[in-house]
């Protein structure tokens, strides 16, 4: 079943929004990414989940690895809108 996600109801939630900031310099793997906070990694990975399906991170395999880097055009659309 394919979820249909808010972006607005996304960015709502503050770990979300420093998972944005943390990645908005620089492409991190999800381990990466948890390693920043005090939860468990499958919360984090879920987070990562519904910022991916609202297209504000995009995810790009290197090897093994997955990194997690910001949409910008995305973030623009959002940007634009609020303004």
Same mark, same amino acid.
Not at 3 to 14: E, S, T
């Given at each position: 079943?394919?979820?249909?996600?808010?972006?607005?109801?996304?960015? @709502?939630? *503050? !770990?979300?929004?420093a998972? &944005?900031?943390?990645?908005?310099?620089?492409? #991190?793997?999800?381990?990466?990414?948890?390693?920043?906070?005090?939860? @468990?990694? *499958? !919360?984090v990975?879920?987070? &990562?989940?519904?910022?991916?399906?609202?297209? #504000?991170?995009?995810?790009?395999?290197?090897?093994?690895?997955?990194?997690?880097?910001?949409?910008?055009?995305?973030?623009?659309?959002?940007?634009?809108?609020?303004?």
């Open positions: 079943m394919n979820l249909r996600r808010d972006v607005f109801q996304a960015i @709502a939630d *503050p !770990t979300r929004r998972i &944005l900031l943390l990645v908005a310099s620089q492409s #991190l793997t999800a381990g990466a990414i948890a390693s920043n906070f005090d939860t @468990a990694r *499958p !919360t990975s879920k987070h &990562l989940q519904i910022l991916t399906e609202c297209e #504000l991170l995009e995810q790009e395999q290197n090897g093994r690895e997955i990194y997690y880097h910001i949409n910008a055009k995305k973030m623009k659309e959002v940007a634009d809108f609020i303004e």
